[in-house]
């Protein structure tokens, strides 16, 4: 999942970042806001962490303004201690959630999944359909009741496919959503890694939409 991280003190960003890297997101790290304000303006993130005071141009600023424009994705803003006015102003400027500075990475991690989830529609941390139980805390996954092993990315892939169940999800969004750099982004990756997927997880569950992308099985559990 690409996530933008706007941070303009040195170690907590490089932190930061470390770490959720290493959960699994695809981390595009900006310390500059008009420049924040511009990635988030032009690319397609899945969640934002955004810090209030940067130079160039502030974080509630930055969010008003993606959020004028219907930039939607959800936006985590990191504030500092005792500052309750500042997180009163940056809920109601369009944030999901705050953080206070200093936080545990357990905490954002927690946070995150589940701004995600709920902005996907989705409350339980356990995603179920008729065939699949998704739980997001373990990154476990069961099919027809029998556990499947997913390697990191692609669980990434299925979670991502399972948060937009409602819909098709095209071969680019994929690409861009899972892989970090431009040169790994062969367009034959996403369709080996579907490939690898479909025979782990049986046929019927990942679905292709011939020109438009896939879906996952339809249905939600009993
Ligand atoms: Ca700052």
């Known amino acids: 999942m690409r996530l ?3 941070e303009d003190d040195a170690l907590i ?3 930061v970042a470390a770490v959720l890297e290493k959960n699994g997101y695809l ?3 900006e310390t500059n ?3 924040a304000w511009f990635l988030g303006d032009t690319e ?3 969640v934002a962490i955004l810090d209030l005071g940067l130079p160039g141009m502030d974080g509630l600023s930055i969010l008003k303004r993606w959020r004028e424009n219907e930039r939607n994705f959800p936006v985590l803003i990191l504030t500092a201690r005792g500052n309750w006015s500042e997180r009163v102003e940056g809920i109601d400027a369009g944030a999901d959630d705050y953080l206070v500075k200093p936080f545990q990475m357990e905490e954002l991690l927690a946070r995150l999944r589940a701004i995600v989830r709920r902005t996907a529609g989705q409350a339980s941390p356990i995603i179920s359909t008729t065939r699949l139980r998704l739980d997001t805390r373990l990154k ?7 556990p499947v092993d997913l390697s990191p990315l692609e ?3 299925l979670l991502y496919l399972a948060l937009n169940r409602a819909r098709v999800v095209s071969q680019m969004e994929l690409t861009e959503q899972l892989y970090a750099q431009d040169f790994e982004r062969d367009s034959n990756s996403v369709e080996v890694l579907i490939a690898r997927m479909r025979r782990k997880l ?11 992308g896939y879906t996952l099985e339809a249905g939600e559990a009993s």
Do not use: A, P, Q
Request: hydrophobic share 30%; net charge negative.
């Open 13 to 15: 960003s490089r932190d």
């Open 155 to 157: 669980y990434r892939c």
């Open 202 to 212: 049986g046929v019927g569950i990942i679905k292709t939409k011939r020109g438009f």
């Open 140 to 146: 476990s996954l069961t099919v027809d009741g029998c």
């Open 44 to 46: 397609e993130y899945s």
């Open 27 to 29: 981390v595009d790290l």
């Open 33 to 35: 806001g008009e420049e």
């Open 4 to 6: 933008l991280l706007v």
